[in-house]
């Protein structure tokens, strides 16, 4: 047990020292993880509000499809995403692979289905004299959208927090779109797993700190949003 006490000592040292490989590992993390919930949320919140507001044909088809997306494996994503992306792939010409926009590419396609469902589901769950006092109001579309997304924000935020959590925690697209190149595409969870392989416990327990720290604050918010939704 004494390797772990020291390695606690100096991953805390690293962490005071703000050593660069680990902060470098930190910022590619929360990047891409940041720019991939940026898009999937602008893909993601209009299909997931089509889907839960609209009636159409097909329509329990695709939300059938989204929730079954949001059990697939991280390493079948970055698998598809390598096919496509890779030098042979039809997306080959875009030099995407072992890059950071590869990463987002990856991680986007992560998140996509885990906003579609969940917004899905807040808006299938608004209760209806919400939606028929606003229809008595003599609202446009664009008017009743609005009201509707602005009655719904937090359980939308909800969403956005869960596919936070469940992007910045994942190792396989991050380790076969980005190949794990030091002070390029490292994330937090690719340096925890090469860094322990290695024996250097040290580093793995400095990222592994932040990376609990963030899921710790990233818990707390959905809670929070949890209890505020309620309230409403």
Known sequence: MEFIADGVVEAFWLLVRMDNETFSAIDVTVRTTSIAIFF?????????????????????????????????????????????????????????LFTLKGIVVGQTLLALPIIVSL????????DRKLYYTLNSFGLTLPQMIFNVVWELRHALLAAAVTAYGRVIAEVGVAMMIGGNIKYHTRTITTAISLETSKGMFALGIALGIVLMTIAFIVNLSLHKLRVQAKQY
């Open 40 to 96: 999937s949320i602008v893909i993601g919140f209009p299909l997931g509000f089509i889907l839960g507001f609209f009636n159409f044909r097909g329509r329990k088809t695709l939300r059938l499809i989204s929730d079954t997306l949001l059990a697939t494996p991280t390493v079948v994503i970055g698998l598809l995403v390598y096919a496509f992306i890779s030098y042979r792939g039809p997306l080959g010409q875009y030099e995407m």
């Open 119 to 126: 917004s899905a589901s807040a808006v299938e769950g608004m």
